[in-house]
């Protein structure tokens, strides 16, 4: 081991409420690099911050409220240290859009986003994210796929043969007290790089042309999902297709596309009702939030999704939260 182990801990309820996201910003700097933010956050955005630096390895605890930033691959000039870094990141809650390259996803619980800072991204968290992250130098993974390295699969999903054995890796690393059990930290980079590789060994599964166009529709309404201006026209437009085609795409999905548009936003809106956060914003003013028209209409939808009223639900979700 080169060295012990440096922990920092963040928390944005340290910081005055109207610096707290400029406090975030500089956090997400300084613990993932530069990052330029993207959105606007609401006005009682929280986020918490662990990280521990072992020499080769960095772990780091992440949980933040919808938030977003984008990153060029130049940007690494502008950082103190400006190492290639390779990070491997787990979402354990909620959910995370990210783009690197010319590779999309949208994480939810289980899956494994393995990202570098060498190529431009962008990410939107959103719903409440808790993810853990271990960054890693970048060569060790050229070293073992030296032409390949930069088109390798970023996206595993949780089930996925390798998902379960590299999120044991990076469980275990934020459960070891490194402080009292240090261990050989550059070793455990090349394992790392070793069940990357394994993950990507065998025969990629396939999936049908459908199912991915699909899956790239989903991800491209996610980014748009607060925008009262959405339209099936303008979602075609965006993904360069035509109407009819991309009610064929839903076919057999369970749902028209308009309908996932509804289901997708109810949910926020149930999320933003369960979460103390937002116990003071006003109901009417979430579903404008998330992208319903009117009041009215919002009220209509979400009564005949739940068969209760928002203030009925939001005060059940108040109780359920006050009893736990």
């Not at 330029?36 to 960095?58: C, H, I, M, W, Y």
């Not at 240090?182 to 993950?199: E, G, N």
Request: glycine share 6%.
């Amino acid at each position: 081991m080169e060295h012990g182990p440096v922990s920092h801990s963040w928390k944005s309820l340290d910081h005055d409420p109207r610096q707290r996201y400029d406090a975030w910003v500089d956090q997400l700097n300084s613990t993932f690099g530069y990052w330029q933010p993207t959105r606007t956050p609401d006005e009682n955005f929280s986020a918490t911050v662990k990280a521990t630096d072992l020499g080769n390895l960095k772990v780091i605890s992440c949980e933040c409220d919808p938030c977003g930033g984008e990153r060029k691959g130049a940007d690494t000039v502008r950082e103190d240290n400006p190492e290639e870094r390779l990070i491997i990141q787990l979402v354990e809650a909620g959910r995370e859009h990210m783009s690197l390259g010319d590779q999309e996803a949208v994480l939810k619980a289980g899956d494994i986003f393995i990202w570098d800072n060498t190529q431009n991204m962008k990410f939107a968290v959103i719903e409440r994210l808790s993810k853990v992250s271990v960054a890693l130098p970048l060569n060790r993974l050229k070293d073992w796929l030296p032409q390949t390295w930069r088109n390798l699969p970023r996206w595993i999903k949780s089930g996925e043969p390798g998902s379960d054995l590299l999120a044991g890796y990076v469980r275990s690393l934020v459960k070891i007290d490194h402080e009292h059990n240090p261990l050989r930290y550059d070793a455990l980079v090349d394992a790392a790089v070793a069940m990357i590789v394994a993950s990507q060994s065998g025969p990629p599964e396939q999936i049908s042309q459908k199912a991915g166009q699909l899956e790239t529709v989903k991800t491209k309404i996610w980014q748009r999902l607060q925008d009262p201006d959405l339209t099936l026209e303008s979602i075609a437009a965006s993904n360069k297709i035509s109407l009819r085609y991309l009610h064929w795409l839903f076919e057999g999905s369970g749902q028209t596309a308009w309908q996932f548009i509804c289901s997708e936003r109810l949910a926020g809106c149930k999320r933003d009702f369960a979460n103390p956060s937002c116990s003071n914003a006003n109901i009417y003013q979430i579903g404008l939030r998330w992208g319903f028209g009117n009041a009215a209409h919002f009220s209509r939808k979400f009564k005949l999704d739940t068969k209760m009223s928002p203030s009925e639900f939001r005060a059940l979700a108040v109780e359920k939260a006050a009893a736990s």
